[in-house]
């Protein structure tokens, strides 16, 4: 772990989270996330905002963190804090700020991310038994409620369990089953649309063929989704696409509740658009404008041949002659230049060793 050059007199500075969890594992961290056991603004305005190299970037009162930069690094610090979930599901509200170490460890998602650092003594201290469950290669949340308070922390389940190859703890994963059996959609579907994003890019097939099997597409859709037979890892990593996470999704058939952007509803529509395609001609037209993820959801859910015969030969293929070359054979611009070029591509298709020059006779033959 990087050393934060933060001094801290009080002892009560610690590291906390993914970043305790990752240096155990001997990992590289995204991000750092550090916990003060107190008011974490009013330590840092106190104590740090005067320091070289230091700089306070954003406050966040009502959640009592504070994000700084420090020797170039960005760092969040919180207060120790304890949350209600009002609305189960949603932003929790904070209920006391400056709370003790064990009752800001209760509010977090599972015990491998509930261990805290010194930032003094770099002493590792261990209130609910992560550090066992580090060893174990487990997965537990803190307690019985945890799902009902936030459900998205059932895809963060899945999300560490991929990364680093754990599993649930048998009762973590019954209260996920009982959670996923009398889900209500009374959530906030952005947060959930967020861990989709992040477990789905990891490309794995076998993350996705949990998200089926132990049903946490529950969390997206009320109807059932059977796996598809297709391995999306393995056409990934062939035809590279950039919203990885999305050819995942897509798979889930039903996404109405996520919040998508308009290019990401327009991978869908194109998707669900195309029918069936019988030719070379009909396969290039349908994929020939839409994204590659589209094709590769084709590929997946539909017909997997047309979609690689797109993806391996007929993409590359273009046709050369454009609306200068009929100008100036003398045609007018008309909606006839457009089922010219498409006889050339039909021809081309047949042909892909055409050059310009058969292109334009090809045309002469035709006026
Ligand atoms: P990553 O390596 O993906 O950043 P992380 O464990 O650091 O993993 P963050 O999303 O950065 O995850 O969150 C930092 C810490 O905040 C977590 O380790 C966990 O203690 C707590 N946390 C994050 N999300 C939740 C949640 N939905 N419910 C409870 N605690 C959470
Ligand atoms: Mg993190």
Redesign the pocket.
Known sequence: MEIINIKDTSNKLYY????V??ELLGIE???I?MTYEGNAIEFVQNNLQNLQNFEILQINEPFGTVRVKTDGREV?IASTREEVYEKKGHLPSVTKIGCSLKEDAM????TI??LYKSAVSGEIIDLTGGLDDLKNKTIRVLHDG?FI??P??II?GL??SI?FGFDLDEHTKKLQENYLKNINYDMCCK?VKK?LI?TFNLNSQSAFEKFIRQKIYKLVTEKDVSLPQENIEELIKKYPVENVWLVYAGCIGDLSRLPLTKNEQKILDDFNATGELKNDFEIYKAFEKVSRETVLLYGILKDKSAAERYLEILSRIKIEISGEDLLKLGLKPSKKFSEIFDYVLLKKLENPELSKEDEINIVRGII
């Open positions: 906390v989270g993914g970043v969890r990752d961290s995204f991000d996330d969040d509010r977090r998602d599972f991310n509930a945890s308070d936030d998205t922390r963060r999300k560490f990364r947060r861990e992040e």
